[in-house]
């Protein structure tokens, strides 16, 4: 589970590298994740912080203990089931009731 994390990680990082507050104010990357300068960051850099930071927290969550984070794509809106939700034996946990006639028929 320690490498949960790494794939959001690398992506804020990149972030960072091509941010105004690092290129063109050469501050280090690590000044901009702290105020004042984090307001200076772009929306993008800023959700993938945050990202990063509940990232982190869930691994010690032991509501998730079993299960752990959830892959960076769901995170993203790349879902990989047709329905979304949580996959419970194979199944989504919660369905729409017109997709389950369309799909019987």
């Known amino acids: 589970m320690p490498s949960s994390c790494k794939d959001i990680r690398a992506a804020l990082a990149s972030c960072l590298q091509y941010s105004d507050c690092v290129l063109i104010d050469r501050n280090k990357p690590a000044d901009c994740l702290r105020e004042p300068l984090l307001q200076t960051l772009p929306t993008r850099c800023q ?47 919660y369905s729409d009731p017109k997709s389950s006639e369309t799909e019987e028929k």
């Open 47 to 93: 959700q993938l912080k945050k990202g990063y930071g509940e990232c982190k927290r869930g691994m010690v969550d032991m509501r998730k203990r079993f299960r752990g984070n959830q892959p960076v794509a769901i995170l993203e809106g790349k879902e990989q089931s047709k329905s979304g939700g949580q996959l419970y034996a194979g199944k989504p946990a």
